[in-house]
């Protein structure tokens, strides 16, 4: 069982930039591939990035593809979402999840892909 905690949402000024965090409560990311959602109000919960398990493949939803940058530190055992030049669609509750993999080099976008699932944090961006 893996339980992840992600940290960084809160309010930010559209244009700004923010930084989502995402580590395991316990045990390491290795052999885990991630990736971030997110889940706006009314809606359902949609792909943002995906990193590989040795950080080598990465993925985007068209919408934050040159804002947003998905990266993993195997030292903190810890996983980033860089949000760059914010606007108010990209509010919503952040997810992170993960799932073991056997190939190193492969992402995965969907939500049935993923194994498990962080609490969700808040991203609100005001214009």
């Known amino acids: 069982q893996v339980q992840l905690v992600e940290s960084g949402g809160g309010l930010v000024q559209a244009g700004g930039s923010h930084r989502l965090s995402c580590g395991p409560s316990?045990?390491?990311?290795?052999?885990?591939?991630l990736g971030w959602f997110r889940q706006a109000p009314g809606k359902e919960r949609d792909f943002v990035a995906a990193?590989?398990?040795?950080?080598?493949?990465?993925f985007y939803l068209d919408h934050v593809k040159g804002r947003f940058t998905i990266s993993r530190d195997s030292g903190k055992n810890t996983v980033y979402l860089q949000m760059n030049s914010l606007k108010p669609e990209d509010t919503a509750v952040y997810y992170c999840?993960?799932?073991?993999?056997?190939?190193?080099?492969?992402?995965?976008?969907?939500?049935?892909?993923?194994?498990?699932w962080g609490q969700g944090t808040r991203v609100t961006v005001s214009s």
């Open positions: 999840a993960t799932r073991q993999v056997v190939v190193s080099s492969i992402y995965y976008t969907r939500p049935s892909d993923y194994n498990y």
């Open positions: 316990a045990r390491t990311f290795d052999r885990y591939a």
């Open positions: 990193i590989s398990s040795d950080g080598s493949t990465t």
